[in-house]
């Protein structure tokens, strides 16, 4: 069975700093994988995704993630965070022979002024 | 606009009494889905519908049903059965199951048992 873990709860970091957000994935066959953003009291929004292709995968807001199969990571990554980006980031799996998205645990962002 | 539209917002229960959370999508997406999300840890999938008149249980379905009587439509009754059910519920849907696409959410609802 695929599963999704996120290796930290909370991330705090100063605005305009860089910031990387790790998942790890374990799966036997091959995946689709995404990050979602989380505003409070909302539902989740799509980053990015990586389905096949290019490794280095571009998404909404100056994020970008890279998905690396030896390792089984994809982590996501922004050069310069602003306080907007405050917010829960979760990382999710999709097996090609399921198609049910599995969740990571979540990383609360917190972009200090 | 398009998408999924989730009601109430808020709702509070007293211990005992079933729920019913509404959950509508405008997308013509043939799969939708329920989550339940609590703090740290994730969200967790309840009960997930392909296609019209069929539904299958996810990975904590105990204490709920669900119904697809209509393709726009994916109502999930939290019963009295489930005994911690005070979280955040998000329904979301996809053009369908096999599809390499991602989930489109909802607004979510966040029930209260009292």
């Known amino acids: 069975a695929q599963s999704v873990t996120q290796l930290d709860s909370q991330v705090p970091v100063f605005e305009e700093a860089p910031v990387e957000l790790r998942c790890n994935y374990s799966?036997?066959?091959?995946?689709?994988l995404f990050w979602y953003v989380q505003y409070p009291n909302q539902g989740l929004q799509l980053l990015l995704k990586?389905?096949?292709?290019?490794?280095l995968v571009k998404g909404i807001n100056g994020f970008e993630a890279e998905f690396n199969k030896s390792q089984t990571s994809f982590h996501l990554r922004k050069p310069s965070v602003h306080i907007s980006d405050t917010a829960e980031y979760f990382c999710?799996?999709?097996?090609?022979?399921?198609?049910?998205?599995?969740f990571g645990q979540g990383t609360t962002l917190q972009v200090k002024p | 606009d398009g998408g999924i539209t989730q009601s109430p917002k808020y709702l509070f229960r007293k211990e005992g009494q079933n729920v019913t959370l509404s959950c509508e999508q405008n997308?013509?997406?043939?799969?939708m889905y329920w989550y339940r999300q609590d703090p740290g840890q994730g969200l967790r999938l309840i009960y997930y519908?392909?296609?019209?008149?069929?539904?299958q249980k996810g990975d904590i379905a105990e204490g709920y049903s669900v119904s697809r009587e209509k393709k726009e439509s994916f109502p999930l009754t939290v019963t009295s059965a489930q005994k911690n059910p005070t979280a955040f519920y998000l329904c979301?849907?996809?053009?369908?199951?096999?599809?390499?696409?991602?989930?489109?959410f909802g607004e979510g609802s966040r029930l209260t048992v009292l």
């Open positions: 979301a849907s996809s053009p369908g199951l096999a599809n390499t696409g991602e989930l489109f």
């Open positions: 799966s036997s066959v091959s995946v689709y």
């Open positions: 990586y389905l096949s292709g290019s490794t």
């Open positions: 999710a799996v999709r097996t090609s022979n399921t198609g049910k998205l599995i």
């Open positions: 997308l013509n997406h043939d799969a």
């Open positions: 519908s392909q296609i019209v008149n069929d539904f």
